[in-house]
């Protein structure tokens, strides 16, 4: 799929899930911004530099994350305005819902390895996200004891 189009498709469906999550208004361009970056940086790094999905996420989920915060920190917003919606893009349900399709039609091995690669994705996702806002966390602790 063409970079531009897969930004500008993630764009949108990150913004409908930051109204549908009821973010301000004045946040909507950039988590769409945020949520874009995440999902052409996971397309990008699977598809055409063929790393795993796995490791795809994780690389797309630590920038996404640091993005957000960032945006929080310049746009005096709470981060999870715009993490939450930019992770959407990347959230494996296809995988999932493959995987219990699969075993619904008897086929567990196929959906066993389905169900697994999901759990991998958002293993993936989960460590980006804790690893990113850690290192937030601990900045944001050091400033206030006056340390930075």
């Not at 498709?9 to 999550?21: E, S, W």
């Not at 920190?73 to 959230?91: A, D, H, M, N």
């Not at 389905?114 to 601990?138: E, K, N, P, W």
Request: proline content about 5%; aromatic content about 10%.
């Amino acid at each position: 799929m063409n970079p531009l189009l897969s930004f500008l498709l993630a764009f949108v469906a990150t913004m409908a899930f930051a109204i549908l999550f009821q973010a301000p208004r004045s946040t909507l361009p950039c988590s769409g911004f945020v949520g874009a970056l995440g999902w052409v940086i996971f397309v990008l790094m699977s598809k055409n530099f063929e790393y795993s999905t796995p490791v795809a996420n994780f690389c797309a989920t630590v920038l996404l994350a640091a993005a957000g915060e960032l945006s929080a920190r310049i746009f005096k917003q709470p981060s999870t305005v715009y993490i939450i919606p930019g992770i959407i893009p990347l959230v494996p349900g296809l995988g999932m819902y493959q995987g219990m399709a699969k075993l619904i039609a008897k086929n567990y091995e196929a959906g066993m390895s389905s169900l697994l690669g999901a759990l991998l994705d958002s293993i993936a996702i989960a460590l980006g996200l804790m690893m990113v806002t850690s290192i937030f966390r601990i900045f944001k602790m050091r400033k206030k004891e006056g340390h930075l």
